[in-house]
């Protein structure tokens, strides 16, 4: 793989939902989506092993999402967790710092889906995620603090090497 090769997918079949705080499975026309609240920050979790062609930049995250609604905008927050070779014990939560894409405004069409994307350095910025190294991707909605009133949701998220 060379430099902006996608990297992953993840769906929202494959979500591993946090023990609380989660968006919930849902579906719009067959689509398995996952719904976030608007007055809480909900979020959606996947495992991931990064792939061996990675040559180890940064990465961009692709949120491909719709809302309930036509109005408002959307706050994204993607932080990231190294599992690693004898890196992290896995009995609690160690994700990294968010980087975030905020004000991003809803498709003027119900069904319409919006790609918003986040960036991440290589090293410290995804948490020193390496080639061959389990990992997971936590995807949380910034509600409050964003203005669509009612759910947005999550239809597939892309995972490029930038």
């Given at each position: 793989?060379?430099?902006?090769d996608t990297?992953?997918?993840?769906?929202?079949?494959?979500?591993?939902?946090?023990?609380?705080?989660?968006?919930?499975?849902d579906t719009?026309?067959?689509?398995p989506?996952?719904?976030?609240?608007?007055?809480?920050?909900?979020?959606?979790?996947?495992?991931?092993?990064m792939?061996?062609?990675?040559a180890?930049?940064g990465?961009?995250?692709?949120i491909?999402?719709?809302?309930?609604?036509?109005t408002g905008?959307?706050?994204w927050?993607?932080?990231?967790?190294?599992?690693?070779?004898?890196v992290?014990?896995?009995?609690?939560?160690?994700?990294?710092?968010v980087?975030?894409?905020d004000g991003?405004?809803?498709?003027t069409?119900?069904?319409?889906?919006d790609?918003?994307?986040?960036?991440?350095t290589?090293?410290?910025d995804m948490?020193?995620?390496?080639?061959?190294?389990?990992?997971r991707?936590?995807v949380?909605?910034?509600?409050?603090?964003?203005?669509?009133?009612?759910?947005?949701?999550?239809?597939?998220v892309?995972?490029?090497e930038?």
């Open positions: 793989m060379a430099s902006g990297l992953l997918i993840f769906t929202p079949l494959g979500n591993e939902p946090p023990a609380t705080n989660y968006a919930t499975l719009v026309n067959s689509h989506v996952l719904n976030f609240d608007d007055t809480t920050a909900e979020a959606a979790i996947w495992s991931g092993t792939p061996r062609a990675y180890g930049g990465v961009t995250v692709y491909h999402w719709g809302a309930y609604s036509t905008d959307c706050d927050d993607v932080s990231w967790e190294r599992i690693g070779d004898f992290l014990d896995i009995d609690a939560d160690s994700f990294a710092a980087n975030s894409v991003t405004a809803v498709p069409t119900i069904g319409g889906i790609i918003a994307n986040v960036t991440f290589d090293g410290a948490d020193s995620v390496a080639v061959g190294e389990a990992f991707l936590r949380q909605r910034g509600a409050p603090t964003d203005t669509e009133v009612g759910d947005c949701y999550i239809l597939a892309e995972v490029k930038t």
